[in-house]
């Protein structure tokens, strides 16, 4: 009874976070939503993987949204500007034709994938530290770059999450948001305690 008691709690935790999330993105016109809503999401999902349940959802969420809506729509404007860098120039190499064009046209999809990362990076990092906004930049370029593992355990997340959703596809309005923010959040806190801990024992 226990288990099921505890299975249904989480069911729910995960649909009302996810609502929370569309419904403050909604709220922001989604252009000026989008950011502020995933921050907030990711901060509820930090309580979790911190083994914290007993705290009130919305508070966090609001509060969160609310305090962080001008920093990260700073920081968003930034991604959204490299982002619309990285399509354009996708988009020319598509077109053109050869050897080069093939080749630039592979680089630009290894950095629009790169990028994608650094923003899956970006949340947890700026849920868990204080920096300045080009430092948060700076710090989801390099953990993209140096933590293969935790890379390749957050894809590979997000594949069986992608899948998932494909084929229950009724889930997704509850559940795309959060599945995707609590697995990357998982995998980045065991990076940033391993990371914390070396720091600690070679002071």
Known sequence: MKVFQQISEWIMRLIWTNL???????????????MPATVALFAVTRKWTMKEFDFSIWKLFKETYMKEWKNSNKIGIVFMIIGMFLFFN????????????????????????????????????????????????KQSFIYSLVSLKSTLLILLGLFFIG???????????????VLPAYWIMTVCMKRFRYLEKKLATEE
């Open 163 to 177: 899948f998932l959703l494909l084929k229950m596809p009724g889930l997704i309005p509850f559940l795309t948001g």
């Open 90 to 137: 996708l988009s020319i190499a598509e077109q053109m034709e050869g050897f080069f064009s093939l080749f630039l046209y592979i680089f630009f999809i290894f950095l629009m994938l790169f990028y994608m990362m650094m923003i899956s990076f970006f949340f947890p990092i700026y849920v868990q530290y204080r920096f300045s906004v080009k430092e948060y930049i």
């Open 20 to 34: 929370l999330w569309i419904g403050f993105t909604l709220f922001g016109l989604i252009i000026f939503g989008i």
